[in-house]
């Protein structure tokens, strides 16, 4: 069985509890806070083996702003980072509704 602790960083809940249960059933411990400062606090806290960080959140780049506090503490920096986003979805959507 794998181990591990994951942070999910998202302000969806549904992407949230989907990618959950995906980790979970896989062996996996997830945490998850909903925007950056609640990421980081729990990041500091915990010491996750890995963070998915939603890109787009109370800003445009919440997960990138946060992705590099993350390189730029000494106690974050071992944090292996995973971007996520269903931008292009949103943008392929939005061209296929304008066609």
Do not use: W
Not at 17 to 31: A, M, P, V
Not at 36 to 53: H, Q, R, S, Y
Not at 71 to 77: G, Q, S
């Amino acid at each position: 069985m794998k181990s591990g602790k994951i942070l999910i960083v998202d302000d969806n809940y549904d992407v949230i509890t989907t990618l959950e249960t995906i980790l979970q059933n896989n062996g996996y411990h997830t945490i998850s806070a909903s925007d950056k400062k609640e990421g980081k606090i729990l990041a500091l806290n915990e010491k996750p083996d890995l963070a998915i960080l939603d890109v787009m959140m109370t800003t445009h780049y919440e997960g990138f702003e946060l992705a590099k506090e993350f390189a730029e503490n000494e106690d974050l920096r071992n944090i292996k980072v995973l971007m996520q986003t269903s931008i292009d979805i949103f943008i392929r959507l939005n061209i296929i509704l304008r066609c």
